[in-house]
């Protein structure tokens, strides 16, 4: 099934990445190659889409014909802006996005796809406020992953994202932003960023389609994102309730690989700060490893 297809699915309101991926499978078992070959009055019927039934039921080759068509025209306008729509049924899509419980059923791409499936990749993320002492470590975190052929992933927000991503581009390296909008930059002021990630054969990627309306919760499932593309995150500064406690979450379920530096052995002058609340409360979790950020180096091999 192509891309023009899956977006016609998610235009049906009811219809998420969950009943998507059951669709998809429908269709796989009996060897229907087109949304517009599906016979949903059976599809209705399939027993793991039961709670979708009633939506399904309504919908005939009218209406389907009528989304795909919709569907083809909004990717070809977006295509023209040098947006890359990638299906989960694409050969380009990320391994690692697999692992996801619902797995985006497209990627909205800008840049570089090639970096999907990189072999090394590691997340820097951080709280927004970030510290004179986080942009340092975080700087030295980014710099040595850049070193060792890690591909950095991060969410281009203000603060330690913004400050791994530029840590990339003075070392003239790719790197991956996970955003909620690859056309619609938040925040503004990291435009000019985007714009360098891009020049420096990086990659912008985001599960929504271009200009969506923009929630809380869409920087909630974006952090998700960054934990499975990596192969590691590195929080550098967080307070408990940050943002980038989500990544860690959905971090130790996907059983990645945590690290956080150690506040004890930084330059903090004091470490009852907000900014490390988070960072606190990890250190005291068996799961995740703290290093010493003046021996970073040596961290690298127990990757």
Known sequence: MNHYEIFALQSIKGIGDVAIAKILGYCAENQIASLLGCDFTSLSKYPPLSRYKKILSEQNTKTITAAVSAAKSAIQEWEERGVIVI????????????????????????????????????????????????????????????????????????????????????????????????????????????DKILAHAGLLLAENPPNIAVRPTSFIKRDRLQAALSDAIFPIETSIDGGTMHAVNAAKKLNKLIFIPSPKLSNYPNTNIKQLGGIMALSADPSVNTFDVSNFSELIPKL
């Open 87 to 194: 299906p989960i049924t694409s050969a380009q899509y990320p391994k690692r996005f697999l692992e996801l419980d619902a797995s985006p059923s497209l990627l909205f791409c800008r840049g570089n796809i090639g970096l999907l499936n990189a072999s090394k990749t590691a997340a820097v993320i951080g709280t927004r406020n970030n510290t004179s002492e986080g942009k340092r470590i975080a700087e030295i975190v980014a710099k040595g992953l850049i070193k060792e052929d890690y591909i950095v992933v991060s969410g281009l927000a203000l603060g330690i994202d913004a400050i791994a991503h530029w840590a990339c581009i003075e070392q003239q390296a790719s790197a991956i932003a996970i955003v909620v909008d690859v056309v619609k930059i938040t925040p503004v002021t990291n435009e000019g960023l985007a």
